[in-house]
């Protein structure tokens, strides 16, 4: 359209008497519009770049086809995480974490286990004769009894009477040839958990009195049950009872 309006234009520059006949008449005009659309049309339709390119055949061979499973997930692998280094003195359990034993005295260590950053409980151990670690330990949680005046006021008398009771199993321990292996739990309940012979025959209230009252003295400040032990001996008599029974059953 814009080739004919130009010449168009261009041939009325032309002065009338120098002009030459115009063949374009009206049809031919008309035809001639068509004829360029048509050419148009065609070398559209004709462009390379329009043109579908055809899909290349596979190559065939001899072997037979495989089948390949395609999937639309991607395989990733694990992200590699560093295991933070917890030294083997640190026990991890419901939260609760503890200090290192560290010694006191001689064959007497203590320690503190936490709660986040709250204490939980302070820890009284007493071991062997030169050894690094506690064989025996019990736990104080620091609870006031209602009756008493002193919680508060004075923490430090509860830390002395927990140490009356250390102080008190190593001179048990200490007054026999063979420094027997009685520990709190044993001399308690008549009862413990350790594998162990060097023990005193248990007799309830008169193993190591000392010991017990020393643990009275610590249970009429506190009522945390550092002593209340899950074990005694009522409880594995009855355990041997009901095993024999089940046997001749």
């Not at 519009?33 to 770049?49: D, F, L, R």
């Not at 390949?68 to 974490?97: E, F, K, N, Q, R």
């Not at 830390?159 to 709190?184: G, I, M, N, T, Y």
Request: hydrophobic share 25%; net charge positive.
């Amino acid at each position: 359209m814009m080739a004919y309006e130009d010449y168009y234009k261009r041939s009325w520059k032309i002065p009338p008497k120098n002009r030459a006949p115009s063949r374009y008449t009206p049809t031919n005009r008309r035809n001639d519009w068509k004829t360029s659309i048509s050419k148009w049309t065609a070398e559209v339709q004709h462009n390379p770049i329009n043109e579908e390119q055809p899909t290349p055949k596979p190559e065939t061979t001899d072997s037979p086809i495989v089948p390949v499973t395609i999937t639309s997930t991607t395989d990733i692998p694990p992200a590699i995480t560093s295991t933070p280094d917890i030294p083997t003195s640190l026990s991890y359990a419901d939260g609760v974490h503890h200090d290192r034993w560290t010694m006191k005295f001689k064959d007497a260590f203590t320690r503190k286990s936490y709660i986040g950053e709250n204490i939980e409980g302070h820890h009284y151990g007493v071991s062997e004769k030169g050894a690094s670690n506690p064989d025996s330990f019990f736990v104080c949680k620091r609870k006031k009894v209602k009756s008493t005046l002193l919680w508060g006021k004075d923490m430090k008398r509860m830390d002395e009477r927990c140490w009356e009771v250390v102080k008190a199993l190593l001179r048990h321990r200490a007054s026999h040839e063979r420094d027997c292996h009685c520990d709190f739990e044993w001399i308690r309940s008549g009862w413990t958990r350790r594998d162990t012979s060097r023990l005193c025959e248990w007799k309830a209230g008169k193993t190591a009195k000392s010991v017990l009252k020393a643990m009275e003295s610590h249970d009429e400040q506190c009522c945390c049950g550092a002593f209340s032990f899950p074990n005694s001996r009522a409880m594995a008599r009855r355990q041997q009872e009901e095993a024999l029974q089940n046997k001749n059953t």
